[in-house]
């Protein structure tokens, strides 16, 4: 039987790998200092350069073993959630909290084909409306409701 | 007595009408957010936050407390009627949990998981009157050195708390650090890791990571396959049999089991970084093998849920004795419960007990009352629960999304919020891929800070001298257990061959979980 190595933990030991090489190099300006007066550079390094040395264990170890491959990725869902939270972030400044939920409800059903855009809609508006009553009226988040520049409702705010 | 003292005094601030009211309100709350599939304790504490902000200190904290039972409490009933945990810990009580569901003994389940978990609350309760008050004459022999080694001791216990292998556990906690150190360093003002965001220069937000490793992560792992929405929109067989009758047989099964569950969790919850989680896994693994019918295991038997429901919430209950006592978070929860206290005005730690007797003993007080609360409110609205667990995935985790996000921007009322949500969710979806439990590196990010400020003056005191981590008693102490539970850790993480053979022998345990 052909060797399969352990794709999972090659992946993950490449990732600490470079997580640690990361810290070291983006934090090659700060000071160091002595043990008796640490500068804000010495944990950081320590901390980094173990992360290198713990991936490139997990790394060889996983080379060395049979395991079952990573399961694909599932491209579709991630994008679309990610895609709405990302939406989200960028609208609820100029857009306000009712036009961003629905922005992200209306994305973040694209995570699988067959949704009815009817249910979508109609799941939007309400999730728009009740997150608004609960966050802004309810909780008293001081969260925009409206668009900039539009008077909003004077009973709310 | 002191005891009765401080335990009147504690009874007379919980028992204002506020405080029963808001605590009331809050374990209800707890118990409706926290019974939603993929919200844990930690996102609804997180969520549910923002509706202390106006309260006064002392009643914000019942508050939360008891959000927090109810979150744990409706974790427990989403494992048991529909096999979906929403935190780990409950993932424990899915295996027996869901398959005396099955077998339409649903309100036996949940009456066993309610009953045991308020013989916990109150066992815990009054431990907790007792043995707090002698914690802080020892948390004032802690200096930085003791703190660091303390932060050790947690950062090690965190490894031993994760599934799977040590080596990437003990990777994740250290890459969890190094998130840790993203903002402005306390001790030398100057800004590390920040790209020159400004947002970043305060550091990233507690709430990001945990709801985008976990909340997030996994929203997207339950799109992926057709499972999903046949696992959510299962319906529900088991609603109409709900009954109140715990056959005697099942009883006495049960509440010997409960006892040893209770006592788990008390002693787990009170160290750092073990908490719920480590008990209600101890609590099983320990009624499993002392059982003269180990096989029953995994097909409904009642001690599985009897024992970790109440080492779950014994430890839920003593790990509150850590953050009031010593300043630290034994547990996410517990660090987002210190970042209540601090948005208050409070600074946790061992002055607490006497400089703010009322906040101590009153939350004390409000735990037994919480868990009173908690069988009340909990035995008649099972029908509700489920009701509200009936709900299709692919309307669920819209809401659940939009939850999240509206969370995440009202933590600081910041769009960063949202995007490092964002971030953390991809992030937590890759460790998924790659077979990384996230659990370590929210520890991590959270003792590293305080790990890093406490050695740094340790070693300032000692003029660079690193021996003294091992010449302070208590110091080298906490470093020998940290080392003992690595080493343990170890040792069980080179047996996973032996444990899969168990699990062939006992077929049913083998076939559940994957429902």
């Not at chain 1, 640690?20 to 550079?41: F, I, K």
């Not at chain 2, 993929?38 to 509706?51: C, D, E, K, M």
């Not at chain 2, 209600?280 to 429901?309: N, T, W």
Request: hydrophobic letters at 55%; proline letters at 6%.
């Amino acid at each position: 039987m052909a060797h399969i190595p352990n794709w999972r933990d090659i992946g993950a030991g490449a990732l600490f790998c470079a997580c640690g090489s990361a810290a070291l190099w983006l934090g090659r300006h700060h000071a160091v200092g002595n043990l008796a007066a640490m500068g804000p550079g010495f944990f950081p390094s320590v901390i980094g350069a173990l992360l290198v040395a713990l991936g490139a264990a997990i790394a060889v170890r996983g080379a060395r073993r049979d395991a079952p491959g990573i399961t694909p990725f599932a491209w579709r869902p991630l994008l679309a959630v990610l895609g709405g939270l990302v939406l989200f972030a960028v609208t609820i400044r100029p857009a306000g909290l009712l036009a961003s939920t629905l922005a992200l409800t209306v994305v973040g059903r694209l995570a699988r084909p067959g949704y009815g855009w009817r249910e979508t809609a109609v799941l939007a508006a309400t999730l728009a409306l009740a997150s608004g009553l609960l966050f802004r009226v309810a909780l008293r988040v001081p969260v925009p409701l409206l668009p900039n520049g539009w008077t909003s409702v004077p009973w709310i705010s | 007595m002191d005891l009765l003292n401080n335990l009147g005094l504690g009874l007379a601030v919980a028992l204002t009408p506020a405080n029963v009211i808001y605590c009331l309100i809050g374990t209800a709350l707890g118990t409706a957010v926290g019974v939603l599939p993929g919200l844990g304790p930690v996102a609804t504490i997180a969520l549910l936050l923002p509706l202390t902000y106006g309260l006064d200190p002392v009643t914000a904290l019942i508050m939360l407390a008891g959000i927090y039972y109810g979150a744990q409490y409706g974790g427990s009933t989403a494992s048991i009627l529909l096999s979906l945990p929403g935190e780990i810990s409950a993932v424990v009580t899915v295996l027996d949990g869901h398959q005396m569901a099955r077998q339409g003994r649903a309100g036996d389940a949940l009456l066993v998981a309610a009953l045991g978990s308020f013989f916990a609350g109150c066992v815990a309760t009054l431990l907790i009157a007792m043995v707090a008050p002698m914690l802080p004459g020892i948390a004032l022999k802690f200096g930085p050195t003791e703190y660091a080694t303390l932060m050790a001791l947690g950062l090690a216990a965190a490894v031993t708390l994760a599934r799977g292998s040590m080596l990437k556990a003990l990777a994740m906690t250290l890459l969890g650090v190094l998130f840790g150190m993203v903002g402005t360093d306390v001790s030398s003002g100057a800004e590390r890791f920040v790209f020159g965001v400004p947002e970043l220069a305060d550091g990233i937000d507690f709430v990001a990571v945990a709801m985008g490793l976990f909340g997030i992560a996994e929203i997207v792992r339950n799109l992926e396959g057709t499972a999903a929405d046949a696992a959510a929109e299962c319906g529900c067989p088991t609603a109409h049999r709900v009954h109140w009758r715990l056959p005697r047989a099942e009883f006495h099964r049960a509440w010997p089991a409960s006892l040893r569950g209770t006592a788990i969790g008390a002693f787990l919850g009170m160290l750092p970084g073990g908490g719920p989680v480590l008990s209600s896994f101890a609590s099983y693994m320990l009624e499993k093998r002392i059982s003269a019918e180990p096989q029953r295991f995994g097909r409904g038997a009642i001690e599985g849920v009897a024992g970790p429901e109440s080492a779950n919430n014994a430890a839920a209950q003593t790990s509150f004795i850590p953050l009031l006592t010593l300043g630290l978070p034994s547990n996410a929860v517990m660090a987002l419960m210190i970042g209540a206290l601090t948005l208050h005005g409070i600074q946790p730690g061992p002055q607490v007990m006497g400089s703010d007797p009322r906040l101590f003993w009153g939350l004390i007080a409000s735990m037994w009352i919480g868990n009173l609360f908690l069988v009340i409110l909990n035995l008649p609205m099972i029908a509700l629960w489920i009701r509200l667990l009936s709900l299709r995935y692919r309307l669920l985790y819209p809401t659940v999304l939009a939850l999240c996000a509206i969370g995440a921007f009202s933590v600081g009322n910041s769009s960063a919020t949202v995007l490092m949500t964002a971030f953390f969710g991809a992030l937590g979806y890759l460790f998924l891929k790659l077979d990384c439990d996230p659990a370590p590196l929210v520890v991590g990010f959270v003792l590293g800070p305080m790990l890093e400020e406490n050695l740094r003056r340790a070693l300032t005191l000692a003029r660079g001298d690193a021996t003294v981590f091992v010449t302070s008693p208590i110091s080298a102490g906490l470093l020998l257990m940290s080392v003992l539970l690595l080493a343990a850790a170890g040792n069980t993480a080179r047996r996973p061959k032996r444990s899969r053979k168990v699990a062939a022998a006992t077929p049913a345990s083998a076939d559940e979980p994957a429902r």
